[in-house]
């Protein structure tokens, strides 16, 4: 079975600095998807990114970018120049590709705190 | 589009009482997926729906909960009788995989459930 483990149950960091936020994934599958989930204290599950095995190219949406190095099952999420907003949980999650494989497996979150 | 809609957003009830959580996801969507959120369990897959119909209910706790989707616009997720230990934020995410998707799940707002 697959699992996600995210080593970080907390992180903080400066407003304007830069963070990165730790998942290692387990699987045996060679095609597959990654995402970021970010959950701010309303509660709603907002993609922030997303990745596909296949793709040796590391995402990139705006301030937020992922370090995949699929060899050592890491999948990393940067954050640049952090802002208040940007204060959340931050879960990883994993779906193989392909007809069959609809469910995420999620990992248990990283609570980031913006300090002012 | 809206994006999936849950009602009600909260839900206070006292121990014994049958609850009903109502779900409708994006229109287009042939997944529907409800899930459990704890700080104990962090977040869970109960069950989900391809098409209408069920295909993995195997996260759900026990015989007091029930699903059912009656079309591809709606879905409720029903406790009967409910406890205190169901209390949680459940929510509802929908998705579709037709050729280009990504597996990528859809969030409603979720609804916190207090049972007293």
């Known amino acids: 079975a697959q699992t996600v483990t995210q080593s970080q149950p907390e992180m903080s960091v400066q407003e304007a600095e830069t963070v990165t936020l730790s998942c290692t994934y387990d699987t045996s599958e060679s095609d597959y998807y990654l995402f970021w989930y970010k959950q701010p204290p309303s509660r709603q599950m907002i993609l922030v990114i997303r990745?596909?095995?296949?793709?040796?190219q590391n995402a990139t949406e705006n301030r937020f970018s992922v370090n995949f190095q699929k060899a050592a099952k890491s999948f990393s999420l940067k954050i640049s120049d952090s802002q208040l907003g940007d204060a959340a949980m931050y879960f990883c999650?994993?779906?193989?590709?392909?007809?069959?494989?609809?469910?995420?497996?999620f990992g248990t979150g990283t609570r980031l705190t913006i300090i002012p | 589009d809206a994006g999936v809609i849950q009602s009600p957003r909260h839900e206070v009830t006292e121990m014994g009482q049958e609850v009903t959580l109502r779900c409708k996801p994006i229109s287009g969507h042939d997944y529907l997926f409800w899930y459990r959120q704890t700080m104990m369990r962090g977040l869970e897959l109960l069950i989900y729906f391809n098409n209408n119909v069920p295909i993995d209910d195997s996260g759900m706790p026990e015989d007091r909960f029930s699903a059912k989707m009656p079309n591809a616009s709606f879905s409720t997720l029903k406790i009967q009788p409910s406890e205190p230990r169901d209390s949680a934020v459940y929510f509802c995410?929908?998705?579709?995989?037709?050729?280009?998707?990504?597996?990528?799940?859809?969030f409603g707002p979720g609804t916190r459930l207090t049972v007293l």
């Open positions: 999650a994993y779906s193989p590709s392909g007809f069959g494989n609809e469910k995420l497996t």
């Open positions: 995410a929908s998705s579709f995989l037709g050729g280009g998707s990504y597996n990528e799940q859809f």
């Open positions: 990745q596909e095995a296949y793709k040796q």
